[in-house]
C-alpha cells in the first residue's frame, strides 16, 4: 500500500499574457522545513491509526514492486499495491488572514481522509476474503443475535505471538447492533459462552499442533 | 617510500659577516619536513646541520646518500649565504674563505656529481641564498644522455629563492622565500587541491608569484626528467577538499541529479555515455586520494549503476558498463588485498576512523560489505574470464582472517547486510571455500535466531541506530517495530544459504526461535531496473515462519523459481550485483548457487 498527499493554493486564474510570477525572497529552506515536519506528523498520525486497526507488528514495509504473493500459504491471497491519496485546498485569503488553526484543520482532515480512505480498503478486501472463502452470513431475514451467533461459530480464534489466544473483534457499522446483542436473552449470552470455550480450547489445540511441526516440537 | 633530508642553515661564519635567521629557517623546514603529517621525510635518513663546516656537510651527504638503500626522495636545503664564479654556484660555510671558494665552500656541482652516483628517483634541492639562481650552469653536470630520457632515470627539481645576480632578502619571520615555501606546505597559502601531494614545482609556482612581487627578488625554478609528479610534501587543502567533496555525496544524489541529463541524450548513446564520464572524472580523481580504500570502486560503481537501464538497448552504455564494471572488479581486488595485508600487521585493522561505540554497529556492516564487493569482485572477473589466482587467494585469506578475528563481530545486525552476504557467500561456496562459508553462515544465523531474526530496516535513520542496539542488547525490539526490518529478505537469504553449507538441520532446530518472523523474496522481473530507487517490476514473495514455514524444505520447496534466472546481458548482470552493494535494500537472487541455470532475456 502506498499513501500520498498534496496540498494546494486556490490559485486565481492568470490572463494568458500575465508576466511571469517573480518572488521577494524565496525562504525555501523555513518554507521546505515546515512542509516536511508537518507531513511527518501526518504520517505518524496515519501510522498511529492504522496500528489501531491492524496491529504494528503485522506492518509488512516492501521497498520494492506492486505485488506479492504467499507461496507457501494455500489459503493466502496475493496482493496488489493500492495508491491512497488526498488532497486539500488552503486559501490564500486564510494564510494572509494569520489564521493559525488552519494548520491543525489541515492536519486533522488530511489524516480523516486517509484513514477513511484505508478503512474502505480494509473492509471491501476482508469482505471479499470472506465471499471466496464462504465464510458469509446472510443476516436478512434472521433477528441479528441470530446472524451474529451464526457467523461466531463460523470463526476461527487465532493464538497471538505470547500463545494468548486472541479474541476476534467486531466491527458494526450501526451502533443498534450492540444494543440488540446486549440485550439478547440469557440462553444466548450463555450459547456464544460455550461456542468461545469450544473455539479457545480448539485454537489452543491448533496451536500446539502447528508448534509441533516445527522440529524442535517433536516429541523426542 | 624512503625520504631523506638535509637541511643546512648557517648564520655563524669565521670569514664573513654572520646571519640571524638561517639557522631558523633550516630548523623550521626540518621541522615541517620531517612532520609525517606534511613532509613525512624519515628523521632517521634525514640531518639538520647549524653552521656547519664543509667536512660536516661532505660527510652528512655521504651518510644519507651511501650510509642506506637508494633513496626514493632526497631534499636538500640551504639557507645562508651564497655565491657565484665562472665554475658555478657555491653554498659558503662556516670555515669557507671567500678568496678560496673552490676548497672551502660546497660547490652545487660537488652536491649533484655526489647525488648521481647513488641516484635517488627525486632529488629537491631548495635554496635561499643570494645569488642561487647562478646553479643554472651547475646543471650541466646533470644532462648526460646515458641518464635521462629513460623511465624511471632520476629526476631534479630545483628552486633557487633568488636570482644569479640578486640578493635573497629576510624577514623577522625568517627568509622570504623560505617563509612562503612552508606557508606552502603547512596550508596557509593555497596551491591546488586536486592532488594528495604537493610537488616542489608548483610550489615554487606560488614562490616566485609571492616573493617575486618584489622586483629585487626573483625566484627560479627547474625541473628536470621528471616523468610523473613527485610528492614534496603532502597537500593540506586536498584533505579538505576531499572532505568537502564527498561529506555529502551519495550514490543515489547522484544518479538522481544526473538522470535527467541521461533521459535528454537518450538518442545520443555515446553523449550520454560522455556526460557520466565526464562527471565522474574529478570525483574518482579526487576517490583516488582518499584513504578509504573503496572509495573509488563505490565512485565507478555508481556510474555503471547510472547507466544500467539503458544497457539492454545501448552498446555505447553496455560497453563502458562492462569496463567500468571489471575496472572496479581489480579496484576492490587491491582494495581487499591491502585488507589482508593490513590485517595481517593490526588485527584491529578494520575498526573505521572514528573509532568510539558506533562500530558496535558499523563494524558487522563493514566486514560484510568488504566481503561482498571481494565476491562481487570474483563473479564480474570470472564472467570476464579474468579471474586470477591471486585475487582467489587473497579471498580465500580474507575469510580466514575475519574469522580469526571478528567472529564475534561478523554477526547479522541489519538488512543492509543481505546483498553483501548473498554474493560474498555465493562466490565462497562456489571457490570451494566451504568451511569458512559456513563458520561464517553460522554466525550470522546464530545472531539472528538470539533476537527472533529481527534485524534494523535498510532506511533506518542515522539517529535511530543507538536506539535500535539498545534495545537489541535488552531483547526488547518488538517494542520498536518501525525499527527494524518486517520483513526481512536477510533471514530468507541465510536460510536458503543453509543447505550448501550443510546446515539446513541445525537452522531446523532453531526456526521455532524465529515463530511469526516475515520473510521476503523481492524478485525483479527485469535487472536492468536494479539501480532504480524503487523497482516496479517484480514480485514481492512472502512467508511467515510458523505458517507454511517450519523448516528449511518448507522454504526450499516453495523458492520462487524466478530468483535463478538471470540477466542475460553481461553488462547488466555485473551492474546489478553493484547496485545491490550500493543500494543494499535489493537482493541479486541470482548469485545464489543452484539458482544459476534458467537464461532469459530478463533485462
Not at chain 2, 87 to 113: C, N, P, Q, W
Amino acid at each position: 500500500m502506498t499513501v500520498a498527499h498534496s496540498a494546494t493554493n486556490d490559485v486565481k486564474p492568470e490572463p494568458k499574457d500575465a508576466k511571469a510570477r517573480v518572488s521577494f525572497f524565496d525562504m525555501a529552506e523555513e518554507s521546505n522545513g515546515f512542509s516536511s515536519s508537518m507531513n511527518k506528523m501526518i504520517a505518524e498520525f496515519i501510522a498511529k491509526n492504522a496500528g489501531h486497526r491492524i496491529p504494528t507488528a503485522n506492518h509488512l514495509v516492501f521497498s520494492h514492486g506492486r505485488q506479492w504473493t504467499h507461496p507457501a500459504h494455500e489459503h493466502a491471497i496475493p496482493g496488489e499495491m493500492q495508491e491512497h491519496s488526498a488532497e486539500m485546498a488552503m486559501p490564500f485569503a486564510d494564510i494572509v488572514g494569520g489564521d493559525f488553526k488552519l494548520v491543525h484543520r489541515f492536519v486533522l482532515q488530511m489524516v480523516q481522509s486517509f484513514n477513511d480512505s484505508m478503512a474502505r480498503m480494509l473492509y471491501e478486501t476482508l469482505g471479499a476474503a470472506c465471499e471466496q472463502s464462504g465464510q458469509v452470513v446472510d443476516g436478512r431475514d434472521k433477528p441479528f443475535p441470530d446472524a451474529f451467533l451464526e457467523g461466531f461459530k463460523k470463526i476461527e480464534f487465532g493464538v497471538d505471538r505470547d500463545g494468548k489466544v486472541s479474541m476476534p473483534e467486531i466491527h458494526v457499522g450501526n451502533p443498534d447492533m450492540i444494543k440488540q446483542l446486549e440485550a439478547a436473552p440469557p440462553e444466548f449470552q450463555a450459547e456464544v459462552e460455550r461456542v468461545k470455550a469450544e473455539k479457545i480450547a480448539k485454537a489452543l489445540e491448533v496451536e500446539a499442533e502447528r508448534k509441533k511441526k516445527f522440529k524442535s516440537g517433536e516429541a523426542p | 617510500m624512503k625520504r631523506g633530508l638535509l637541511a643546512i642553515g648557517c648564520d655563524s661564519y669565521d670569514h664573513i659577516k654572520p646571519l640571524d635567521g638561517a639557522e631558523l629557517d633550516a630548523k623550521r623546514i626540518f621541522g615541517a619536513l620531517t612532520d609525517p603529517n606534511i613532509g613525512d621525510h624519515d628523521p632517521k635518513l634525514s640531518r639538520l646541520l647549524l653552521s656547519p663546516t664543509l667536512a660536516d656537510v661532505r660527510g652528512a651527504l655521504e651518510e644519507i646518500i651511501f650510509a642506506h638503500e637508494p633513496l626514493d626522495v632526497l631534499t636538500i636545503y640551504f639557507a645562508g649565504h651564497g655565491e657565484v664564479d665562472a665554475s658555478g654556484f657555491y653554498m659558503l660555510l662556516k670555515d669557507t674563505r671567500i678568496d678560496r671558494l673552490s676548497i672551502s665552500a660546497m660547490r652545487l656541482g660537488e652536491v649533484l656529481v655526489t647525488v648521481v652516483n647513488k641516484a635517488p628517483t627525486t632529488t629537491h634541492i631548495i635554496l635561499d641564498a643570494c645569488y642561487s639562481g647562478g646553479i643554472a650552469q651547475d646543471m650541466n653536470l646533470l644532462i648526460r644522455p646515458e641518464t635521462l630520457g629513460e623511465w624511471g632515470s632520476p629526476a631534479l627539481v630545483l628552486l633557487a629563492m633568488a636570482s644569479a645576480d640578486q640578493y635573497a632578502m629576510e624577514s623577522d619571520t625568517g627568509g622570504m622565500g623560505t617563509n612562503v615555501l612552508l606557508e606552502c606546505t603547512d596550508g596557509r597559502l593555497f596551491v591546488q587541491e586536486h592532488s594528495g601531494s604537493l610537488d616542489l614545482f608548483e610550489i615554487g609556482r606560488v614562490v616566485s608569484d609571492r616573493v617575486g612581487a618584489n622586483p629585487e627578488q626573483k625566484p627560479k625554478r627547474w625541473a628536470l626528467n621528471v616523468h610523473q609528479p613527485a610528492a614534496f610534501c603532502r597537500n593540506p587543502h586536498f584533505q579538505a577538499s576531499l572532505a568537502a567533496t564527498f561529506k555529502n555525496w551519495r550514490p543515489k544524489g547522484f544518479i538522481e541529479n544526473l538522470e535527467p541529463l541521461l533521459v535528454s541524450t537518450v538518442d545520443e548513446p555515446n553523449e550520454q555515455v560522455a556526460h557520466v564520464d565526464r562527471l565522474l572524472n574529478g570525483l574518482i580523481v579526487k576517490a583516488q586520494g582518499s584513504p578509504d580504500q573503496l572509495l573509488e570502486p563505490q565512485v565507478r560503481a555508481t556510474g555503471a549503476v547510472a547507466l544500467l537501464k539503458y544497457c539492454p538497448t545501448s552498446k555505447p552504455a553496455s560497453d563502458y558498463v562492462e569496463q567500468a564494471c571489471l575496472q572496479i572488479a581489480e579496484l576492490s581486488v587491491a582494495a581487499f588485498s591491502r585488507a589482508v595485508a593490513e590485517l595481517r600487521e593490526e588485527k584491529y585493522a578494520l575498526l573505521g576512523p572514528r573509532g568510539g561505540l558506533g562500530d558496535l554497529y558499523a563494524l558487522p556492516i563493514r566486514v560484510w560489505r568488504i566481503i561482498g564487493w571481494a565476491g562481487a569482485a570474483w563473479f564480474t572477473l570470472q564472467s570476464a574470464g579474468r579471474a586470477d589466482e591471486f585475487a582467489v587467494e587473497t579471498f580465500g585469506e580474507l575469510l580466514d582472517l575475519i574469522i580469526e578475528h571478528y567472529s564475534l563481530s561478523a554477526v547479522l545486525l541489519a538488512e543492509e547486510q543481505t546483498p553483501s552476504i548473498a554474493i560474498g557467500l555465493s562466490a565462497a561456496f562456489q571457490l570451494g571455500f566451504h568451511d569458512q562459508a559456513e563458520m561464517l553462515l553460522s554466525i550470522l544465523f546464530n545472531a539472528g535466531v538470539e533476537v527472533g531474526g529481527k534485524v534494523a530496516r535498510t532506511s533506518i535513520k542515522p539517529d535511530h541506530i543507538f536506539e535500535f542496539m539498545m534495545h537489541r542488547d535488552a531483547g526488547s525490539l518488538n517494542e520498536v517495530p518501525g525499527l527494524c526490518a518486517n520483513p526481512t529478505e536477510a533471514v530468507a537469504l541465510l536460510l536458503r544459504l543453509s543447505p550448501l553449507f550443510d546446515l539446513e538441520d541445525v537452522f531446523d532446530a532453531a526456526m521455532a526461535d524465529l515463530d511469526h518472523l516475515s520473510l521476503n523474496v523481492f524478485v525483479a522481473s527485469d535487472y536492468s531496473e536494479f539501480g532504480a530507487d524503487m523497482i516496479e517490476s517484480g514480485t514481492n514473495h512472502s512467508f511467515t515462519i510458523g505458517h507454511g514455514v517450519w523448516r528449511v524444505s518448507d522454504l526450499i520447496a516453495h523458492w520462487p523459481e524466478a530468483a535463478s534466472v538471470r540477466p542475460m546481458h553481461l553488462s547488466v548482470r555485473m551492474a546489478s550485483l553493484y547496485a545491490a552493494l550500493l543500494f543494499p535494500d535489493r537482493t541479486p537472487w541470482f548469485v545464489v548457487p543452484e539458482f544459476t541455470i534458467t537464461e532469459t532475456d530478463a533485462g
